[in-house]
Nanobody, 125 residues
Framework: QVQLVESGGGSVQAGGSLRLSCVGS????????MGWFRQAPGKEREGVAT???????RYADSVKGRFTASRDNAKNTLNLQMNSLKPDDSGMYYC???????????????????WGQGTQVTVSS
């Protein structure tokens, strides 16, 4: 049974930082494309970052230079370091996985097969 469990969300003031983590199990973590997505109330789910099996990352334009995705295959863990947070970064953040070494477009959440329950991030101005 595949499980993705996110942690690390919370409330922070604009300009602050948060670090999200996601632990995956039930599949071969090291061979999977992993992604972070977010969804604000009333908005569609959008891609934040993806990282493929070799560690190559892609980011949404809105987070480039502020967010960093990384993976620790020994610990089956995906991380997202979020710096210089803005109120627009608020939303539910989801970890996602698909058992392919390379990632499809960051703008295709439907390409991901497994999803976590999400962790809330709230950035106040």
């Amino acid at each position: 049974q595949v499980q993705l469990v996110e942690s690390g969300g919370g409330s922070v003031q604009a300009g602050g930082s948060l670090r999200l983590s996601c632990v995956g199990s039930g599949y071969t973590f090291s061979d999977a494309c992993m992604g972070w997505f977010r969804q604000a109330p009333g908005k569609e789910r959008e891609g934040v970052a993806t990282i493929d099996g070799s560690g190559v990352t892609r980011y949404a334009d809105s987070v480039k230079g502020r967010f960093t995705a990384s993976r620790d295959n020994a610990k089956n863990t995906l991380n997202l370091q979020m710096n210089s947070l803005k109120p627009d970064d608020s939303g539910m953040y989801y970890c996602a996985a698909v058992p392919y070494f390379t990632c499809a477009s960051i703008h295709m959440p439907t390409a991901f097969r497994y999803w976590g329950q999400g962790t809330q991030v709230t950035v106040s101005s």
